[in-house]
């Protein structure tokens, strides 16, 4: 079975800090991190490759250093990795970023049974390039899944709703985006560290993918940035300080004549 | 490229049951529409529509394009996203919007693909330039560290994702009336690729954090899953729920059932009690929008006290209890 898991290398955003002068995101000394729900998109691989035996293509799409982050998932027991970077994608959508990744998965060698995705970064937190990806590169997508067996025409998946469940039957190849719940990531180990240091990983840009280039980066994509600002903070706050009994005793007396209590 | 001046919500139902980030689309709809003189509409795709449309036309739908076919009954990705993707197509409207539910995140994001149409995930703010005419999305990112306005100038429709409770919904009255529009659309070509095999409702526990007036939450500041008791027991007094930070979620001292912000749910009480969380925006962006917010932390200059209208600056571990002490001695 060829598994293919789409990573993304995100800043880790608790970290990330604003600037309230300029408006502009601390970014300087803040690490870099595989999205964490990329990380159990692909322990979801690893476990159906112990199960079932396969090969686990991870796919980033990102600047040069995104390739780190395709290091380390190589660590963790994925086989091969495959960067998309190339200025032209820079500023893409999750529109141009979905039709950029779609030319990627068509380029690959081997036909693909399953792709799949954290249920969203952390960085952006849209979880719209999974589904579309799935619909540019026409195969079924389940998104929000805890678990994936393989069924013999396809797979059976177990989806979080927003009140419960649902199980369902897809045929492969499909494309799912999996969610926390589902596991957690394995340890890597030595011997796979090592190996991934030397790892071969090839660069795809716009003269591999042959994109139309009206339908990437930047200028293919719908939505722009208009303005950025810092969360807004409330100005007419009272802070209170000193006993604990007596500023309880205050804040009740506030919250009662404004009628919340 | 003109486009209908028409502002769509997409009626989410299942089983003949509508969504309630329906109405809260609907009733922030009505202000857009009033804004940009668009036209407010449902689309309806369902099994059997017809039960549903009064509550559709209560909040705010001037039209409703009523969509019925046996295969609508619950949600299919495929089915769903050729119907609303057909209609746009065939109607063209400038604007779109979704709950950012399990169903709307799956359906947007394809509708988007299949017409390069613009679309932004978990708007918090929409407002309508009426210079440009255009839809301004505004919505955190990088964990809610900051704020974006998002703009779609050339595509259209504008598409935007909202959460549920994070618009208030408003009824206009119990007798609207408006037009119903019956749209056939053929889904006999779409392949079954997939099948719902089984949906089970779970009871979560008891944790109604959506429902609740009052919600007291614990942070990293309450130090270890036992003290969670402490907030336990202010939220028993003021007859609320617990809610959580997404470190002491990952941390294991909760259940993740319990965690506020960008990553858990969205919650919108009439009180919001933020004990010993120094408000990383990713958990900002899940409660700001509680009518009051209590902050309670040791630190002043955590970051929490910015969204905060009330701030009590001490040790959680003395102020709580003390709060819980004085409700209850209010109460009896």
């Not at chain 1, 600002?229 to 009994?245: C, H, R, W």
């Not at chain 2, 099994?47 to 949600?75: C, S, W």
Request: charged share 25%.
């Amino acid at each position: 079975m060829n598994i293919v898991v789409c990573i993304k290398q995100v800043p880790d955003s608790d970290k990330v800090t604003i600037d309230r002068e300029t408006n502009r995101l601390n970014r300087a000394g803040v690490p870099s991190i595989i999205n964490p729900f990329d990380e159990n998109a692909l322990e979801m691989a690893l476990q159906l490759k112990d199960k079932h035996g396969g090969k686990i293509t991870v796919i980033s799409m990102g600047p040069p250093q995104a390739e780190e982050a395709l290091r380390t998932a190589l660590s963790h027991g994925a086989d091969e990795a495959i960067l998309i970077s190339d200025r032209k994608f820079g500023g893409a959508d999750t529109w141009a970023t979905s039709y950029t990744i779609t030319l990627a998965l068509k380029k690959l060698a081997d036909p693909v049974d399953l792709i799949l995705f954290g249920k969203q970064a952390i960085d952006g937190d849209t979880a719209q390039v999974g589904p579309g990806v799935a619909h540019f590169f026409g195969v079924p997508m389940i998104t929000y899944a805890k678990s994936c067996e393989v069924t013999e025409n396809g797979f059976r998946v177990q989806q979080v709703t927003d009140h419960g469940y649902n199980v369902w039957d897809v045929e492969k190849p499909a494309a799912l985006t999996v969610v926390k719940e589902a596991n957690q990531l394995r340890m890597p180990s030595l011997k796979k560290k090592m190996a991934a240091k030397k790892a071969e990983i090839p660069v795809w840009g716009a003269e591999q993918l042959q994109p139309d280039e009206t339908k990437i980066g930047l200028s293919g994509s719908p939505t722009k940035v208009n303005k950025v600002f810092a969360p807004p903070v409330k100005l007419n706050k009272e802070i209170l300080s000193g006993e604990p009994a007596d500023m309880v005793k205050e804040l009740i007396y506030k919250l009662r004549e404004k009628k919340v209590l | 490229m003109s486009a209908k001046k028409e502002i769509w919500v997409f009626a989410e139902q299942e089983n003949g049951k509508l969504a309630g980030v329906v109405f809260e689309l609907l009733s922030e709809g009505r202000k857009l529409a009033a804004k940009s003189g668009y036209t407010l509409c449902a689309v309806l795709p369902s099994a059997g529509g017809k039960p549903m449309h009064q509550e559709l036309f209560n909040y705010g739908a001037k039209k409703i394009y009523n969509v019925e076919d046996p295969r609508l009954q619950t949600y299919q990705n495929d089915y769903f996203s050729k119907v609303v993707y057909s209609l746009i197509e065939k109607e063209n409207p400038e604007i779109v919007l979704y709950g950012a539910s399990t169903i709307g995140r799956s359906l947007a994001p394809t509708v988007a693909v299949m017409g390069w149409a613009g679309l932004t995930a978990d708007c918090t703010e929409l407002d309508f330039d009426t210079e440009r005419q255009i839809l301004l999305q505004t919505r955190p990112a990088f964990g809610g560290n900051i704020m974006a306005t998002i703009i779609c100038p050339d595509h259209r429709p504008q598409m935007s994702t909202v959460r549920s409770n994070v618009f208030k919904k408003e009824r206009v009255s119990e007798n609207e009336t408006g037009e119903v529009v019956e749209v056939k659309i053929d889904l006999s070509g779409v392949k079954e690729r997939m099948k719902r095999v089984e949906s089970v409702v779970e009871e979560v526990n008891t944790v109604d954090l959506k429902a609740a007036d009052y919600i007291v939450s614990g942070g990293r500041g309450v130090g270890s899953p036992e003290n969670f008791k402490v907030i336990e027991g202010l939220a028993g007094a003021l007859g609320g729920a617990v809610g959580a930070s997404r470190a002491t979620v990952d941390a294991g001292w909760i259940s993740h059932h319990h965690q506020v912000g960008q990553t858990g749910k969205t919650v919108c009480p009439l009180v919001y009690v933020a004990c010993g969380i120094s408000g990383a925006i990713q958990h900002l962006a899940g409660m700001q929008s509680a009518d009051l917010i209590i902050a309670i932390n040791k630190d002043p200059d955590a970051p929490i006290f910015d969204v905060a209208d009330f701030g009590l600056i001490g040790d959680l571990h003395k102020i709580v209890p003390e709060f819980t002490k004085q409700i209850n001695a209010l109460r009896s």
